[in-house]
């Protein structure tokens, strides 16, 4: 008797600890957000067109950096290796130490990029080298690198429909989305194919991420507190 119950106990305690199967999803049945051609136009009032555009140091904040931080200012000098290495790092360097970096090099190491996987880590790269450095490009480089982004933007809208990315998955929001946001916002106004490729941005800012964020203050306030209560009381 006493085995029997173990052996009952042993069989519901699995039955109750079993993870249920994992459904697949066929993502190919999943609904597709529309292209940007099948878009209203946007406005952006207000919209910054002066470059750089992205986040980045302000001339008093790069005055800090070095005098501060020459440590953190040799290190990028030595990833840069004057636009042969980090192109991220270059983009600093030649603004803390303009004509230190090949721009040439730069322009060329840009335009020879491979779009892969989602596409966000070149870019993201793309974006913010071309935005930084926009004043030291010549004319021709300017028009090459807008026609590299408006490819790389598109390679990135492409993978978010395809793959039906959702904003309940980190994937979208914490890369790629990133990604396009920033090659939208260097574009914008500086080529006409940015206007177009701001559609889809805007569209997956306020169609998909702008009502998760409603959804999640609603869970929040339900739950008898919000975010800023929270941090007050972290605080």
């Known amino acids: 008797m006493v085995c029997g119950a173990l052996a009952l106990a042993g069989t519901v305690r699995w039955a109750v600890t079993r993870a249920p199967a994992e459904a697949k999803v066929d993502r190919r049945l999943a609904p597709k957000l529309p292209a940007p051609e099948e878009l209203p136009p946007v406005t952006l009032v207000g919209f910054r067109s002066a470059h750089p555009r992205l986040p980045h140091p302000t001339a008093a904040e790069q005055a800090d950096l070095q005098r501060l931080n020459p440590g953190y200012v040799r290190e990028q000098r030595r990833r840069a290796n004057g636009g042969r290495g980090d192109l991220q790092a270059a983009a600093l360097m030649e603004l803390l130490e303009p004509g230190s970096q090949d721009i040439d090099h730069i322009a ?108 999640m203050l609603v869970i929040l306030a339900r739950a008898g507190t919000t975010a800023p209560e929270r941090a007050r009381k972290a605080a």
């Open 108 to 215: 060329q190491r840009l335009l020879d990029l491979k779009f892969s996987f989602r596409g966000h880590e070149q870019g993201r790269t793309l974006a913010l080298v071309y935005d930084w450095l926009h004043d030291r490009w010549s004319p021709g480089q300017r028009e090459a690198l807008r026609g590299k982004l408006a490819d790389g933007a598109s390679y990135l809208i492409g993978n978010i429909r395809e793959e039906r990315l959702s904003p309940y998955n980190v994937y979208l929001y914490n890369a790629p989305l990133q990604a396009l946001m920033a090659c939208a916002l260097a574009l914008y106004g500086d080529d006409p194919r940015g206007a177009v490729l701001m559609l889809s941005t805007s569209q997956f800012i306020s169609l998909v991420l702008a009502p998760l964020a409603v959804i």
